[in-house]
């Protein structure tokens, strides 16, 4: 089954920094704008950052100035850098197309924990 595959999460400190990777089809990351998406414990998913073909990027007010999205075409990657992490950032973190998310294609996500 193909799904996105998330990677590079771990246990910070608050204040620290992280980079996350999303591998995709080729098929559906050329033609597509990504999103990184996250989901805290007892909380619904919700978009954080979204970057379409062209590059352009917009973020959640929580993570602006924080994190910063990026796609490297030629690899069928995006990635999510995260600075200045908070405890409420906690969460996993998956990808998926933007504006609507491939149902099936949800991979496991990657586990960002924050320690204050």
């Known amino acids: 089954q193909v799904q996105f595959v998330e990677s590079g999460g771990g246990l910070v400190q608050a204040g620290g920094s992280l980079r996350l990777s999303c591998a995709a089809p080729?098929?559906?990351?050329?033609?597509?704008?990504m999103g990184w998406y996250r989901q805290a414990p007892g909380k619904q998913r919700e978009l954080v950052a979204r970057i379409n073909i062209s590059g352009d990027t917009n973020y959640v007010d929580s993570v602006k100035g924080r994190f910063t999205i990026s796609r490297d075409n030629a690899k069928n990657t995006v990635y999510l850098q995260m600075n200045s992490l908070k405890p409420e950032d906690t969460a996993v973190y998956y990808c998926?197309?933007?504006?609507?998310?491939?149902?099936?294609?949800w991979g496991q996500g990657t586990q960002v924990t924050v320690s204050s």
């Open positions: 998926n197309t933007r504006p609507i998310p491939i149902t099936s294609y």
């Open positions: 080729g098929r559906i990351f050329s033609g597509n704008a």
